[in-house]
């Protein structure tokens, strides 16, 4: 499975966008970009994924480069609740099972 | 739609004695997907039922053992329980496809003393 790289942290004020990057330089064709956060103790929550194409939902806009080597997950005004656990996960599409890195810890301050 | 449900929520157990966890899917979903996240080794994947067939398992001893039920409700046991593995026990189901999405209960904690 293609690894991933995130920062070990990161803050961003409250009301502003929230730019979350992961590197993935291994990634093959087949394998996607998943994104999940945890809240504390909670389970992780599902946020959005995608191949190459950039996604957006209601909670979140992924870009993902031309190359597929890297992807960028956009909260668009983060607010205290999306302080969290962020995890960028690449996932062949053969593959049942979700590999979890260190992910990156987002604090949000107001 | 009610999301994916886990019971129960917090246990504590002693070295030695087992432990049932239970999971029941989104509905429709025919995929359980069992996860253990502890702080050192964070969350790793235990095992995957579809279909009351385990079809994907991790690298996890054999003390850890699951079933899927017709209605595809789920659950895990863990004998002879040892203090390592206190953990957060997740669940995730999905419709069972490899493209699917997995969405994830809120954990069971159990810890053993």
New interface residues.
Partial sequence: DAKTTQPPSMDCAEGRAANLPCNHSTISGNE?V?W?RQIH??????II?GLKNNETNEMASLIITEDRKSSTLILPHATLRDTAVY?CIVR???????????GTTVTVRA | KAGVTQTPRYLIKTRGQQVTLSCSPISGHRSVSWYQQTPGQGLQFLFEYFSETQRNKGNFPGRFSGRQFSNSRSEMNVSTLELGDSALYLCASSLGGARDTQYFGPGTRLTVL
């Fill in positions: 996607y998943y999940y103790s909670q389970g992780p929550q599902y994924h995890y062949p599409s053969n593959d049942y099972k979700l590999s979890f890195g260190a």
